[in-house]
């Protein structure tokens, strides 16, 4: 029969990472071991994460899991850099299981429900505009007056 969570690709995909970092850590010791230690706690948060949240009933409680889940995904990444740097992880190595960690904060941002890209519009700062009817924030901005743009656009 199976619980709800154990049907998701993105757990399932979660728990052979996992797999993978207690392979790895096995092998990780020393001035590598607090590094080994975060790597483990991250790596399980994930699946941890996408089980608790999926059992939420409401959205924004289910988000908030896959967020945090999405996030830890985010965390191994940077510590399989801070192993690579310390040469105890292979460039190629680290770079086979980011796939596996993009593809894991993919799908988790769509189970979130929310869009998972990293960019700037193609603006230059300072040049864009806003419109005076539409503005939620409370800045008022004389029509056709050139206004700051210090946060990203959507």
């Known amino acids: 029969m199976g619980l709800g969570h154990e049907k998701l690709d993105v757990y399932r995909l979660s728990i052979s990472y996992v797999a993978w970092v207690y392979e790895k850590a096995s092998a990780l010791s020393g001035t590598h071991r607090h590094a080994r230690d975060q790597q483990l706690r991250a790596s399980q948060s994930i699946p941890l994460n996408i089980a608790e949240g999926n059992?939420?009933?409401?959205?924004?409680?289910?988000r908030r899991y896959f967020e945090?889940?999405?996030?830890?995904?985010?965390?191994?990444?940077?510590?399989?850099?801070?192993l690579v740097v310390g040469k105890a992880l292979s460039v190629e190595e680290s770079?086979?299981?980011?796939?596996?960690?993009?593809?894991?904060?993919?799908?988790?941002?769509r189970?979130?429900?929310?869009?998972?890209?990293?960019?700037?519009?193609?603006?230059?700062?300072?040049i864009g505009r806003l419109d005076p009817d539409n503005d939620p924030e409370g800045i008022k901005v004389q029509?056709?007056?050139?206004?700051?743009v210090d946060k990203p656009r959507r």
């Open 55 to 62: 059992g939420k009933s409401s959205e924004g409680d289910r």
């Open 68 to 82: 945090i889940a999405r996030g830890s995904a985010l965390e191994c990444a940077a510590i399989q850099d801070v």
């Open 111 to 126: 189970l979130g429900g929310r869009g998972y890209s990293v960019g700037e519009d193609s603006a230059p700062y300072g």
């Open 95 to 109: 770079q086979s299981h980011k796939i596996e960690l993009d593809r894991i904060a993919a799908m988790l941002s």
């Open 143 to 148: 029509p056709g007056a050139a206004a700051d």
